[in-house]
């Protein structure tokens, strides 16, 4: 399915949520802890893959983790006790 934004730019829609956003270390964590829970999860780094781009962009330690739409119900309440 695609979906026009206002600068008239088609975009998919995409099946993924960001849930979390932090450190690698603490990304690591939940990935695991999900996985462990039959979550698949992406991550986004934008400073390593501007970094690899050959330019600078993004913040240092501003991981952002990912869940598929249709597990949302389930991560967020792993996310959260996790993390308190």
Do not use: C
């Amino acid at each position: 399915m695609l979906k026009i934004n206002n600068t008239m730019t088609m975009f998919p829609e995409s099946e993924y949520e960001r849930v979390y956003t932090g450190s690698l270390i603490n990304v690591q964590f939940l990935q695991t802890i999900l996985q462990d829970n039959g979550i698949n999860s992406i991550t986004r780094d934008d400073m390593k893959s501007g970094m690899m781009a050959g330019f600078g962009g993004g913040i240092p330690d501003h991981i952002q983790l990912f869940v598929k739409k249709t597990d949302i119900e389930n991560a967020l309440p792993i996310i959260k006790q996790s993390l308190t």
